[in-house]
């Protein structure tokens, strides 16, 4: 069964890119598309998806609220879409927002097409995805509930994160 996607982007050209790229995957399927977060919401009370990606800055509701409320959402039956976050902005406060928010992934939109293929995979096989990945402080310092204290990859110190003052992110 292939895996079912939705886009959501304010910029219809991005969405289009991201859907001739995914297109071109035998297993991935773009079922739903959305302009914001709230549209977004709406459309995935009615459509079956297993990953969204999702922008962070978007009119009506952004993308970390959406992904809030998404991972707040109780799970159907098949336990709900997992949300990876594709954005153009390498701020550490959109990781932050993201980890918080339940995001199972992040990426920069300048990422190449296989990454963001695999990133989906592993995001729909219930593995997290962080490029560039959580400040130290979330794999070192942080509870054990934290959403990225199990990666594996090496940490980027970011200025001006919580890695500096030994707090975690959650």
């Known amino acids: 069964m292939p895996i079912r996607v939705m886009l959501v982007d ?8 991201f859907r001739m790229v995914l ?8 079922v739903a598309e959305a302009g914001d ?3 977004a919401l709406q459309v995935l009370a009615a459509t079956e998806v297993d990953v969204v990606l999702m922008d962070v800055r978007m009119p009506q509701m952004d993308g970390v609220e959406a992904t809030r409320r998404i991972c707040a959402a109780p799970p ?36 190449p097409p296989a990454e ?3 990133a989906i995979h592993a995001v729909s096989g219930g593995r997290r995805w962080w490029r560039p990945p959580p400040p130290a402080a979330c794999s070192t310092a942080s509870p054990p509930s934290c959403p990225a204290r199990s990666r594996s990859r090496t940490p980027r ?14």
């Open 37 to 39: 977060g709230l549209q």
């Open 116 to 118: 963001l293929v695999a």
């Open 76 to 111: 159907g039956p098949d336990g709900g879409p997992r949300v990876l976050i594709l954005t153009t902005f390498d701020l550490d406060e959109y990781a932050f927002a993201a980890l918080k928010a339940g995001a199972s992934g992040f990426l920069l939109k300048d990422v």
């Open 23 to 30: 297109q071109s995957q035998r297993d991935i399927e773009v």
């Open 10 to 17: 304010d910029q219809e050209l991005l969405r289009t890119g």
């Open 157 to 170: 110190r970011w200025p001006g994160s919580p890695s500096v003052s030994g707090r975690c992110c959650c």
